[in-house]
């Protein structure tokens, strides 16, 4: 009895039981808005995003004209913003040349709902990690608040372009 204790299951049920708290409602509410993302996305261009977010990131990381432009805009937009501007074109553009190239014919096989819910999240967690390491840490960490750890730290954008590596091989349905 004393193993239960330790364990708090009282608490545990109760935090379980109330889903209506404002943290878990959102946590459901972005579970959901990426389960219908991976929905609407589907497998191939799912995987030719991702796949677009790591050219975006080094083209971006890569672009020499980076000063001149931050020079040459007003003062009132941060040099950071310049720099997520810059990627989020790269990868639109990224995304739409590997899409209509002849990658797209690359067949990963049919993906079962599981498999697109989590290359959809890899998507949106790298695609956010990559943004958070743009912006000034002490910017991102009052923004981010509890997100920092998992998404805005350089231990997070590491770990989230690993894991998209990583998990792409296991994506191929076995006939």
């Known amino acids: 009895m004393d193993v239960l204790k330790s364990f708090n299951l009282a608490g545990f049920s109760e935090s379980v039981g109330n889903l209506t708290s404002p943290k878990q409602l959102f946590i459901l509410l972005g579970c959901v808005a990426i389960f219908l993302y991976g929905m609407s996305i589907g497998k191939t261009r799912a995987l030719m995003s991702l796949l677009a977010i790591y050219v ?3 083209l971006t ?5 980076l000063d001149s432009i931050t020079d040459a805009v007003p003062e009132s937009l941060e040099p950071y913003m310049i720099k997520v501007s810059l990627f989020l074109v790269i990868y639109v ?4 040349t590997l899409y209509r190239s002849s990658l797209k ?3 990963m096989g049919e993906m079962g709902i599981p498999k697109v819910m989590l290359v959809s999240l890899l998507q ?3 695609t956010a ?5 743009f912006i000034p840490e002490a910017i991102a960490e009052n923004s981010l608040r509890i997100a ?3 998404i805005g730290t350089p231990i997070s954008l590491f770990c989230w372009s690993l894991v998209s590596l990583v998990i792409l091989p296991l994506m191929k349905e076995r006939r």
């Open 129 to 133: 990690s990559v943004v958070a390491s």
């Open 56 to 58: 975006a990131l080094t």
């Open 93 to 96: 553009c990224a995304f739409f």
């Open 105 to 107: 014919r690359l067949s």
């Open 148 to 150: 920092y750890p998992f």
């Open 124 to 126: 949106v967690g790298f």
């Open 61 to 65: 990381n890569l672009f020499p004209f």
